[in-house]
């Protein structure tokens, strides 16, 4: 499988970005899909998770109410992550996985993608 990341950019705080992540080479809709997020220094951290159908999501506590995750399995082989209200602490690297379940999801089991750089500033 290949994962395509893209849409990260530098965004004032309180703003908006809508970062993607295209999927090639396997069933779309089989897999979970997830992103998470590595600032400079520090560990890569569960951003948001979706299942295979788009019926269940997962969102971190930091971002809840902030970041929508989302999926195109008609037409695209797409998950996005809208990310509004950002904050200088979601500057970070920004990573797609695929899984075989949210469960591998959460626990960093799968496939990435090649991180997109998001910067937040003040």
């Known amino acids: 499988v290949q994962l395509q990341a893209s849409g990260g950019g530098l965004v004032q705080a309180g703003g908006s970005l809508r970062l993607s992540c295209a999927a090639s080479g396997r069933t779309f809709s089989n897999y979970a899909m997830g992103w998470f997020r590595q600032a400079p220094g520090k560990e890569r951290e569960f951003v948001a998770a979706?299942?295979?159908?788009?019926?269940?999501?997962?969102y971190a506590d930091s971002v809840k109410g902030r970041f929508t995750i989302s999926r195109d399995n008609a037409n695209k082989n797409t998950v996005y992550l809208q990310m509004n209200s950002l904050k200088p602490e979601d500057s970070a690297v920004y990573y797609c996985?695929?899984?075989?379940?949210?469960?591998?999801?959460?626990?960093?089991?799968?496939?990435w993608g090649q991180g997109t750089l998001v910067t937040v500033s003040s």
């Open positions: 996985i695929l899984g075989n379940s949210m469960r591998h999801v959460y626990s960093a089991s799968g496939s």
């Open positions: 979706i299942s295979g159908g788009g019926g269940s999501t997962d």
